[in-house]
Each structure stands twice: as C-alpha cells, then as structure tokens.
C-alpha cells in the first residue's frame, strides 16, 4: 500500500518530499509527523557480532597452541601464540564494543517501530486516497524519511586485524550512542501526550499516539453476546443437560 513513487527499500516513515504528513481522516497533508527513526544499524550489528566470535575462536585456539609450546619446550612459539591469543581477545573486546553501541540503536529503532507504525500506515493510505480522490492533480511522491545508511568505508573500519593496533571508535559510531538518550526522552513525551476530553471536567479521551497492539488473531465471525445474563438455575440446567447428552453418545 502507498502512492507512486514510494520507496520500498527501506522501512517507510510516510513523509512526503515538502515534509508533511498525510492526514487520514481528510486526506489533506498536515504538518504533524512522528520523531524521526534511529539509523538502521542492523547490518553492522551483525558485522561486529560474527567479528566478535571469530575473534573469540580464534584467541581459544592461539592459547591452546601456546600451551602445547611450552609442553614441548618451543618457548618463542608458545610467545609468539601468547601474543596473539591477547590480539585476538582485545580485538574480542573492541567488537563487543561495537556490538553494544549497535544493539542499543536498534533497540530504539524497534521501540519507535512500534510506537510510530499506526501513523505510519494511515499517512500511506492517506496519500493513497488523496491521488485516487484527485487523479489530475499532481502531488509530491512519499520518500523515506530514514537517516542515511554507513558508507562501505565505514563498514570497512568495523573490519580489525590480529597483531595490529584497534582504531578508536569513528565519530559515526558515537553520535547514535549520544543520541540514545535524547532519542528515549523525545519518545517519551511522545508518548505521553494524551486527546483532551471537550468538556474538562471528564477524563481524557485516551492516547493521542498510541503504540501498534498488532493484528486481532480472534475469528471474524463471532457468535452474538447475550444481551440478557441468564440466572444460575438455568445455566446449571443447561450444563447438566450437556452433560447428559456427551453421556449418551
């Protein structure tokens, strides 16, 4: 679902290209959007990851060769494995560094996933409706509204290498690190705002942005709900008769 010119490849925050959103109860833009998305660190996180478990196979394997040295009386081999058994548990240590800061974005990125996927699909289908109800008038396509993805240089700086020194962590990894914090506190407030009742004497109305339940998974036809409670006697009544008939057959 979504108008011409949508943007499949990445998931969709329903932005049009002058920065509004649809409205779908009128099928106007408006200018309310959700907070935009945390940067999709998904790849890269599965970068570090199998980094991180070769790096901790291999640092197994270099002491257990070093222990074999020294049995054997090859002192400089059992060295030289010892050194690279510690080069591989730094380079361990790094990846499991980078794997936090990425596990922690995506983190965030599955919350706002959730908290924003409701408006999400209305602004789509709001865009659908506008072009179907003006088929001659000419609007701008949707785009995605998602931040730029890590360049190949960058993911190639997740790639380290034994027995060298290990890079610092890049300004790209860092700044979704600092935005964490930031990122929960605009959610929250988000979250927070609720619909005012008309008069201010009631009750809110409910959550003026809330979160995706998922799909109802009960039958769609359903059998009519008694409008008048029957009393005891002959629910009791209705239950031995049941019974008696599961008894025969």
Known sequence: ???PGFDRSRPPH?????GWECCCTCATP???KPPG???WTGDELRQVRIGAADARLAAIRATAEADT???QGQHDKARQQQALAASYQAMHDAYADREAVFAAVMADRH???KATRQQRQLAVAADAELRRRHPGQQYPPLRSAEPEPATHEQRAELNLTAGEDIPRLGQWIRDPSAEHRAFADRLARRESLVIPAEDPDYADLGSAFPAWTGAARDAILQPPKLQIQPSPRILESATGRDRDMEAAE
């Open 1 to 3: 679902m979504g108008g």
């Open 14 to 18: 329903a932005e049009s290209s002058s």
């Open 30 to 32: 408006t200018p309310s």
């Open 37 to 39: 998305p945390p940067q």
């Open 69 to 71: 040295a020294r049995r």
């Open 111 to 113: 919350q706002w996933e």
